[in-house]
């Protein structure tokens, strides 16, 4: 099983016509499913059910929608599991069906029955910018992920749709290697990505006082005085 903060081996998945399961029929799911579609994953997903996207989905055809509870049979051939169900004991039963299977699964939100994690994704056009922070901090890999989204908004898409075309032509018209590099070298000598990080005010003194603080007040009207969330 996965320890809390693991750095993981970074790759990239082929999930291409791969038979993929996602377990769950929520707005975790929809994401994750919508991100296997784009992958070109052969989807199915398992939930009595599911959110309009995913029904719309599942009706033009993109992925087959079983309207039940998850069974052992939902993995047979499967490649890879996402469960998005917030179940202990249907996450540790998942867990150990689909390593008995030699299925990937990620569980959502609890990386001790995952063998593999779940980055934040940046993905405007053909780019995938990924984000993890080893399970340190996933609200900080959320609002990474909405910042460079900002960032990566407007023309960003029409430019690397612009160079991969590009490239496709010189690759295909141009035989000489070292002239390629140069004329797609030449198409992003110019780009920069430039920013500024800034950080919450007094951010030390809050994190102290999380790790010093008994907490006993949390989820009550009281406030300890160096509460973060303010008195």
Same mark, same amino acid.
């Given at each position: ?15 291409? $016509?791969?038979?993929?399961?996602? +377990?769950?029929?929520?707005? $975790? ?20 059910? =599911?959110?309009? =996207? !995913? ?28 469960? *998005? ?10 867990? %150990?069906?689909? *390593? ?32 993890? *922070? ?14 460079? $989204?900002? +960032?990566?908004?407007? %023309? ?22 070292? *002239? ?13 990505? %430039? ?13 102290? =006082? !999380?790790?010093?603080? %008994? ?6 009207? $009281? ?9």
């Amino acid at each position: 099983m996965s320890k809390l903060l693991n750095p993981y081996f970074q790759v990239g998945l082929d999930v291409m $016509e791969q038979p993929c399961l996602v +377990i769950g029929g929520g707005r $975790e799911a929809e994401d994750k499913a919508g991100r296997l579609l784009a992958a070109g994953a052969r989807l199915t997903v398992v939930s009595p059910s =599911a959110t309009p =996207a !995913l029904a719309g989905w599942a009706a033009a055809g993109r992925l087959t929608h079983h309207p039940r509870c998850f069974v052992e049979s939902d993995l047979d051939g499967v490649f890879l599991v996402l469960n *998005t169900v917030r179940d202990s004991a249907l996450t540790a039963r998942v867990y %150990e069906l689909a *390593t008995a299977h030699k299925a990937l699964i990620n569980s959502y939100d609890n990386p001790a029955y995952s063998n593999f994690g779940m980055v934040a994704l940046v993905h405007p056009g053909h780019l995938r910018l990924s984000i993890s *922070t080893s399970n340190a901090s996933p609200a900080l890999s959320s609002r990474l992920r909405q910042d460079l $989204e900002e +960032i990566f908004a407007g %023309e960003f898409a029409e430019y690397l749709d612009g160079l991969a075309k590009a490239r496709q032509r010189v690759r295909a018209k141009v035989a000489d290697r070292e *002239t390629r590099f140069a004329l797609l070298r030449s198409l992003v000598s110019g780009f920069r990505l %430039e920013g500024t990080l800034r950080y919450p005010a007094d951010w030390k003194r809050c994190v102290d =006082a !999380l790790l010093t603080c %008994e907490l006993e007040f949390c989820g009550t009207k $009281e406030r300890c005085a160096d509460c973060p969330l303010g008195s």
